[in-house]
Each structure stands twice: as C-alpha cells, then as structure tokens.
C-alpha cells in the first residue's frame, strides 16, 4: 500500500470525526474535499456533481452492490477499504465483466480516528488503482456514537461484458468440471484469529484479492465457462449448493482435492468450523467445459492469486439438486449449506 500517514486535515484540530463533518457545512465539505477527494481524484468524481457522467464502452453492461461491515476493519492481509474495492471488482468478474466504475458511501461512527478513516481511504485507493478502476461518486454519513461501530462501507460497480457466453448458474451441465481457484478459509480465520486471540507459528493472513485479471484471461483464451462464484458468505459449500440448486444438477467433489491450509484448518479445528463453510474474499469456483479443463487449469495457475488452483469434481448428472463430497477413505456424504451465519461480520 501506497500510504501517506499525513491525514490531509489538520489532526490536531479534529483528531476524530465529528458529527458535524456529516453536517452539510463547512467541516463536511472540508472531509470531502481533503481526504475523499485527494484520495479518489480522477475527472469524473473532480466535478463534484450531483451524479457522475460518464461514456461506457460497447458491450452488455453488469452491475452489482454490496456493504462491508467486517470487524476488525483491519486484520492480516487487508482492511475493509481494500476488501470492499476487491469484493465488488469480483462481483463483477464472475458475470465475466471488466470492471470499470465504483461508487463508495461511507457510515462512519461519530468518534472514528480521523487518521483511521484516512488509512481505510488510502487503501481503497490503492485497491482501486491496483485493479484499474475509478471511484466516481459516493456520499458520507456521519452517525451518532454506539450507533455505528467504527465504520461501513457501501459500494456499487459497473462493469462491461464483452463476450457472447452466458455465464450463469442456469448453464452448469452434466460433465463440467469444478475447479477452484486457490486455498479456502483464510478470509474468515484471519479475522477470527484476530478476534479470539489466535496464535500460530505464522500469522494467517486474508486471500482479499482482485479476480477479474484471472477470469478476463480464460474468457480470451477461449475457455468455455459456464459459471463463476466467488465463495464468500457461506464458502464453498454455500456456492456449490446455490449452483447445484439453480441447475437442477447433481456435484460431485472430493476432499482430498480441495486445497486448505494446514494453519488454516487448524484454526477451523479449534473453533469447532468446516472449513468449506468459511468465507473467502479471494475465491471463486467455475464450471467449465470438460475439454477446456487442462487449458483453465494452467491459465489460473499463472496468476499469482489462483496458483493454488485445484480440481476438485465435476457435475454428475441433471437431477434433484444434490452435493456429496467422497472422504478421504472413500466414503461419501452430503455436503450441505451451513444452517445459519457461523462468522459473523467477517465482509
């Protein structure tokens, strides 16, 4: 991260955020312009308009929402500036869209450290250029004390599809293959590392990355995708039971094949968790054409944020949605959603 610790406004007369900086006056208007507008300065968002205007390239457009509300708001590996850049630029990436535009609104609790928030807002900057997207509007809210807990972030994305393929839940078929992209688990068990005072011999650190680099490239090389899930709330096993569903379709997935960390799944051992049920901001899962297998296979692995790519099923037949996952001894059983949110507040 490119951080600059001199938080643009003066921290001696304000070291914390005000509820007057939510206000409509002069300190709002100061808060915007010093640090949102420093931070996030491009010409669409420098206008200062009530909308941002902007020309988008031809092609189908995508768009998503999300809010982040993860606890601590840094944690080993990231922050929730940088994760709610990453978050929404895959949302996005698993319609096979390049992302283009953001938006950001920030909640913030009447209290926060100004130079916190200045810290959230240089990595979100940050995040942004690293995946080569612009900010363009957003708006502030300043809370009352005990009402916010530090702060939230809502965003939404626009991206574009420039390809033919339908990527959708609907289009998985019988015989495609099920690859993720890399090591399950991290996301959740470095917040709750933080959280519960976890030691280990190494610091397990989030997967919060950007994706889109990865799926742009199977998408140019030709690969026949019929979907993508980023595995957050819920993990695998939530993504793989929500596709199984929409398809009508049976899955098929081995243990032994999907990657885990040994810190990792020691850590989901000591707080009584599947790890497949444990959230990711990194992830994803794609169902692709069992011909093209071997070509997605060395295209992710390319990438540094899927080198951990594995192949870990396939789709068996068209029938009542089912997954099962084979045991390492052989032996195999339902691989159900988790029955409620076992992490909370952890994107």
Excluded at 53 to 66: E, I, N, R, S
Excluded at 131 to 142: L, S
Excluded at 244 to 270: L, T
């Amino acid at each position: 991260m490119n951080f600059d610790s001199t938080c643009p406004i003066p921290i001696a007369q304000y070291p914390h955020v005000l509820m007057a900086h939510g206000g409509g006056g002069k300190l709002m208007h100061q808060l915007l312009a010093e640090v949102f507008g420093k931070a996030f300065s491009n010409p669409i968002l420098d206008t200062r308009h009530d909308s941002a205007q902007f020309t988008l390239p031809p092609g189908q457009v995508a768009m998503t929402t999300d809010s982040y509300v993860v606890r601590p708001i840094f944690f080993p590996g990231g922050d929730i500036g940088s994760m709610a850049v990453h978050g929404t630029v895959n949302d996005l990436a698993m319609s096979g869209a390049r992302p283009l535009y953001l938006t950001s609104a920030f909640i913030i609790e009447e209290g926060l450290p100004m130079e916190t928030l200045w810290r959230v807002v240089c990595s979100m900057r940050d995040a942004a250029n690293q995946c080569g997207v612009q900010i363009v509007t957003g708006d502030t809210k300043v809370v009352d004390k005990g009402k916010g807990d530090g702060l939230f972030i809502n965003t939404a994305g626009i991206g574009v599809i420039e390809h033919a393929l339908n990527i959708a839940p609907q289009n998985v078929q019988p015989g495609d293959a099920v690859i993720v992209s890399g090591d399950l688990g991290r996301h959740g068990m470095a917040i709750m590392a933080v959280r519960e005072g976890l030691q280990f011999e190494s610091t397990i650190e989030s997967d919060s990355a950007p994706v889109h680099e990865v799926v742009l490239d199977l998408l140019k090389a030709g690969i026949e995708i019929h979907c993508l899930r980023d595995l957050t709330r819920g993990g695998l096993a939530s993504a793989l039971n929500e596709i199984a569903e929409a398809a009508g379709v049976k899955i098929a997935v081995e243990h032994k094949s999907i990657p885990v960390r040994e810190d990792v799944h020691a850590a989901c051992e000591m707080l009584g968790l599947d790890p497949l049920h444990v959230a990711n901001e990194g992830r994803f899962v794609a169902f692709v054409a069992a011909p093209d297998t071997a070509s997605a296979m060395q295209i992710l692995r390319r990438h540094e944020v899927a080198a951990g790519a594995a192949l870990i099923g396939q789709v068996t037949e068209k029938s009542a949605p089912l997954v099962t996952i084979k045991s390492t001894i052989g032996a195999s059983r339902i691989l159900d959603m988790p029955s409620g949110e076992q992490l909370p507040r952890i994107c």
